[in-house]
């Protein structure tokens, strides 16, 4: 069995809490999990995701488990093939995403010209409205789409929070957890397995 881990498990608020209080502390909850799952479980992480994560943890505190229990690998961008649908689908959001970004652009201009005196308000409004039409549901980072090669590579699942990362997982039938359920998926799978206790 095989997972690929997102940074949003150690550092997504809502989900790291399920872990541990820190980004250091989910990370050391995990790699307890990973010591009972070792070797019958393998984790991986692409080096972006894992480069990421690294920002957030005192990496020093976590040695050796993290080399020990994290595989770091690239997928192999040269040979994974993707369905031309997948293409397609991408370009189609792309320009309905643009459209969307553009009318929320209008309403912002018309609000400014109406209420002059408001107008940081408007561009925080706008800034966060524009954000939300153009990112919210795509995979919009190289280290995201490295995620879901890797998973597809490995015919691994993904273990993300991010709604793009999993929107992409689904439409390219890869097996996905959303983090939110991964410390019960963790537990369950050392019941399962036998993993030896801490």
Do not use: C
């Amino acid at each position: 069995m095989r997972f690929v881990l997102d940074t949003s498990i150690f550092v997504n608020p809502e989900i790291r809490n399920r872990f541990g209080g820190s980004p250091t502390e989910a990370m050391r909850t995990f790699l307890g999990y990973a010591e009972r799952l070792f070797g019958k479980v393998e984790f991986y992480m692409p080096p972006g995701i894992y480069r990421e994560v690294m920002h957030f943890v005192d990496e020093e505190e976590l040695l050796p488990e993290i080399e020990l229990y994290i595989i770091k690998k690239p997928p192999n961008v040269h040979d994974i093939k993707i369905p031309a649908f997948v293409v397609y689908e991408l370009i189609d959001d792309i320009r309905r995403r643009i459209d969307k970004g553009l009318r929320v652009a209008e309403k912002a201009v018309r609000e400014s010209v109406i209420e002059t005196d408001n107008v940081d308000r408007i561009i925080q409004k706008l800034r966060r409205n524009y954000r939300k039409a153009l990112r919210e549901g795509i995979v919009d980072s190289k280290e995201d789409f490295e995620l879901i090669l890797l998973a597809k590579e490995l015919d691994a699942t993904i273990v993300s929070a991010d709604v793009g990362v999993l929107t992409w997982a689904q439409k390219m039938g890869i097996k996905w957890i959303d983090a939110a359920n991964f410390r019960e998926v963790l537990e369950g799978l050392v019941e399962k397995m036998g993993g030896k206790n801490l």
